[in-house]
């Protein structure tokens, strides 16, 4: 038996929209790392960059549990003396929902060169309107 092994030229990307409402975000960031990835495709190739578009829509009205939206802090440094900024998840999603996701996403991907190319293909949007009809995405319930 031979291995068969998916080159780029071969690759064919589906898209799809996932909607945030009610969703762990936890548990929704790993199902799109997954299919990011392609690690849901047959023919999943782990030096391949073969997963597809996701659009994520209603991306501030996911869930978390415990007390994660007064406990969890986000961390961004401006490589200065003393320019440690630190903002909890309620600031944040009172500010930018999108990055929430965004940095969930991020987290779960592999740490590699593909790791940018893939969040490239990651579309987020707090409405549930997106302008990325026209390539007829799937819905999927995750």
């Not at 409402?21 to 929704?28: A, F, K």
Request: proline content about 5%.
């Amino acid at each position: 038996m031979k291995t068969k092994v998916l080159k780029e030229k071969d690759v064919t990307r589906k898209w799809y929209v996932v909607d945030a409402t009610n969703q762990i975000l936890g548990r929704l960031a790993s199902r799109i790392a997954g299919i990011l990835t392609g690690k849901h495709k047959r023919r999943y190739t782990p030096h391949v960059d073969c997963g597809d578009f996701v659009v994520v829509v209603n991306a501030d009205k996911f869930r978390v549990t415990g007390k994660k939206m007064k406990d969890k802090i986000y961390y961004s440094h401006s490589f200065h003396p003393g320019g440690l900024k630190a903002i909890n998840l309620e600031l944040m999603l009172k500010k930018h929902p999108e990055r929430i996701v965004l940095h969930a996403v991020s987290g779960m991907l592999p740490k590699n060169k593909l790791r940018a190319r893939r969040l490239k293909r990651l579309k987020i949007y707090t409405s549930p309107d997106h302008p990325h009809t026209a390539q007829s995405p799937e819905k999927i319930e995750l």
